[in-house]
């Protein structure tokens, strides 16, 4: 098992920029895919940005490439840079993680970080 904490989350102007952290309570490296969902007022949870389990690869959804960056060190700790924020960006964003040799573009992860609120004014 593995226990997740975010943070980094609070309000941004359109256009500003924020960064996310997510610390584990393990080596995620080489263990564990890491990824990024957010979930708006009265919408799904949705996939936002993911890292493979061997830290190689990355998936980003289409609303939101180009602008936001997923990243980990070699430890504990993965990221979320997020640039030219939208209103529309604002939700609760959750980090999670999933065990290894699995689809880490999925929405199937097992393991929650408790959220954390983004807000985008315009």
């Known amino acids: 098992q593995v226990q997740l904490v975010e943070s980094g989350g609070g309000s941004v102007q359109a256009g500003g920029s924020l960064r996310l952290s997510c610390t584990a309570s393990r080596r995620t490296v080489g263990a564990y895919a890491m990824a990024w969902f957010r979930q708006a007022p009265g919408e799904e949870r949705h996939l936002v940005a993911a890292?493979?389990?061997?830290?190689?690869?990355t998936y980003y959804a289409a609303s939101v490439k180009g602008r936001f960056t997923i990243s980990r060190d070699n430890v504990k700790n993965t990221y979320l840079q997020m640039n030219s924020l939208k209103p529309e960006d604002t939700a609760v964003y959750y980090c999670a993680a999933q065990g290894p040799h699995r689809d880490y573009t999925s929405a199937g992860y097992d393991y929650w970080g408790q959220g954390t609120q983004v807000t985008v004014s315009s």
């Open positions: 890292s493979h389990w061997l830290g190689v690869n």
